[in-house]
């Protein structure tokens, strides 16, 4: 019989997850120096992953049998894109240069050679860990994690459609996904706050960064006011309305490409997730030409930030952190897959002496994706956040066929 969580109605979790998010954002700008201290080694975003899966952990809240996350993905996710797109500068943000998309290919390219290399790695001392056969062979499950380390979660249920791993090693799979990916999340949260140091150290110049920050910050800054309520029922319009359009829009590509060019699907390109996303992002930079663009001085990024928040706490209740010692050599793998992925990231930085933003975000695109490389953008200033948006969109149309190229490597050199 399936476990019963102690909380079952939605609503009465959501006003949970909706407390975790208000005390977590109270203490983390408390002047107090407890709290000062506290959050200068944990970052505050990782406690919006973390706290919710405590609970789910300890059964109070089930994230499985929740629609919430459902709703936040579907209506949420595409809103914020749209909402985070509207005042980006594209000319601007070119001006960054290639760096970060160098760093972006960079990433995936360490993801690529990463499965295969943690495969070889730990099955020269333990190969039992990483074998197994038809569907429980590791690495199909594998897979599923290349899919949403590459690009998200229409890549997971590609790479998962397309290779078929056993539900129970599919489990093992996202859990190894989320706390590897969440545990390298905390590791660049940590250096965000040090980026000063870590340039010097690469020699790195980051000048082009801040001056999109202060291009970006003048004219918020010229367009700011106190909203009316005409203003922010606008930015939320414009928000549902893209979400509107990404799903009207993906319900008729999706089937219609899944039947008339079913060789798309290798590259999710049936996904209507994939679409969904796509089209909002796509509505919120056409919006970004007009006069809706000014949007922004009424507060468009900060509620499209807001709805991101509330998803990465519907994302962190799907966590189960007990997992890890139900399977800890799975989990040994994953580690060293993230660490060949940082090797790689490091190594390219350290070559072009990249920035420490682009390290951050270039990986985050990948790794993270929509949900949380804006975040992650913004821990270093509110006003880079659309680059993580258009980075994490890259790696949502990539994302599939650099995941089967990773299953196919991985395939090769499994025991």
């Given at each position: ?121 730990v099955s020269f001392f333990a190969p039992d860990i990483?074998g197994g056969v038809g569907p429980e062979a590791v ?105 509107a359009i990404g799903h009207a829009a993906a319900n ?164």
């Open positions: 019989m399936e476990h019963q969580p102690l909380i079952t109605n939605d609503a009465v979790v959501l006003g949970l997850l909706m407390a975790i998010l208000v005390i977590i954002f109270k203490t983390s700008h408390s002047k107090r120096p407890v709290f000062a201290k506290f959050y200068q080694y944990v970052p505050a975003l990782l406690l919006c992953y973390f706290v919710p899966s405590v609970f789910n952990s300890l059964g109070i809240v089930d994230g499985e049998q929740s629609n919430l996350y459902f709703v936040a993905s579907r209506y949420l996710l595409p809103a914020s894109l749209a909402l985070l797109t509207l005042s980006v500068d594209l000319q601007e943000i070119r001006k960054l240069g290639f760096k970060a998309v160098i760093m972006f290919f960079s990433g995936t390219v360490g993801i690529i050679l990463g499965g295969p290399a943690a495969i070889l790695i990483v690495w199909r499950g594998m897979t599923t994690i290349a899919g949403s380390w590459i690009g998200g979660g229409a890549n997971q249920a590609a790479m998962y459609e397309m290779f078929k791993p056993g539900n129970d090693l599919y489990s093992t799979s996202i859990a190894v996904d989320v706390i590897i990916a969440n545990i390298w999340m905390a590791f660049l949260l940590y250096g965000a706050a040090r980026s000063a140091k870590i340039d010097k150290l690469f020699k790195a110049d980051a000048s082009a960064i801040e001056h999109v920050k202060n291009r970006v910050e003048a004219y918020r800054a010229s367009i700011a006011k106190i909203p009316t309520l005409t203003d922010t029922i606008s930015v939320l319009a414009v928000g549902f309305v893209a979400t008729f590509i999706a089937p219609f490409l899944e039947t008339n060019f079913p060789v798309l699907e290798t590259y999710s390109l049936t996904s209507t997730f994939f679409w969904i996303v796509i089209i909002a992002t796509i509505v919120g930079l056409v919006l970004s030409f007009t006069k809706a663009r000014q949007l922004e001085g009424v507060g468009a990024s900060r509620l499209g930030s807001v709805m991101i928040y509330i998803l990465v706490a519907t994302i962190g209740m799907k966590m189960n952190v007990m997992a890890i010692f139900d399977n800890p050599g799975y989990f040994l793998v994953g580690a060293v897959w993230m660490l060949v992925h940082v090797t790689v990231l490091l190594t390219v930085a350290k070559l072009i002496k990249a920035p420490f933003f682009f390290v951050a975000v270039g990986s985050q695109a990948n790794v993270g994706g929509a949900a949380s490389a804006p975040v992650v953008a913004a821990t270093f200033h509110p006003s880079l956040a659309p680059v993580g948006v258009l980075l994490a969109v890259l790696g949502y149309t990539i994302g599939t066929v650099g995941a089967y190229l990773t299953g196919i490597l991985m395939q090769f050199v499994a025991p």
